[in-house]
């Protein structure tokens, strides 16, 4: 398995591994219909597109050689240019605990050398994540509702590099 810069030819299979393992993680936790309608917009065709074009990110996946097996995203918010947040890091559930997350994780803290601080948001109940996060020295920051539409708890976890 390696791990490489994400292309237009990967997001079908990158949009299957995201559907795959948001029903896996949150089905208990958003309902399918909930995690579906997710799923039709920030895990569309033309989304994925979007942030392969965007300046100042990194769009990797890990790859078999057979299939995908991971995938993540970070970027560099506007104003502020110590910090890069990673806005998605997903493993096929069958390959989870299995060390595609560290490999992931790690091409993003390298491949964004200059940033002192990397944030990330998970949902309160998905623990596997957030312990995942604490045990690559990840602190939480804080909590908030997620949105009007869904009855969730987001917690905001920085880890700081310098």
Do not use: C
Request: glycine residues 10%; charged residues 30%.
């Amino acid at each position: 398995m390696f791990v490489r810069t994400a292309g237009e030819r990967d997001l079908e299979a990158v949009r299957a591994l995201l559907v795959e393992t948001w029903h896996a993680t949150y089905d208990g936790i958003y309902g399918h219909d909930g995690v579906r309608a997710i799923s039709e917009r920030w895990h569309s065709i033309v989304w994925l597109r979007q942030l392969l074009r965007r300046p100042q990110s990194e769009f990797v996946v890990a790859d078999t050689g057979a299939e995908l097996v991971g995938m993540a995203y970070a970027a560099i918010p506007e104003g502020d240019p110590d910090a890069v947040e990673v806005e998605e890091l997903d493993v096929r559930p069958g390959r989870q605990g299995s060390g595609v997350g560290s490999l992931l994780l790690g091409e993003l803290e390298a491949s964004f050398p200059e940033s002192r601080l990397m944030r990330l948001e998970v949902e309160a109940r998905n623990s596997r994540a957030l312990n995942f996060y604490r045990g690559k020295g990840f602190t939480e920051r804080g909590r908030r509702a997620a949105t009007q539409w869904v009855d969730a708890t987001i917690v905001t976890l920085e880890k700081r590099f310098r």
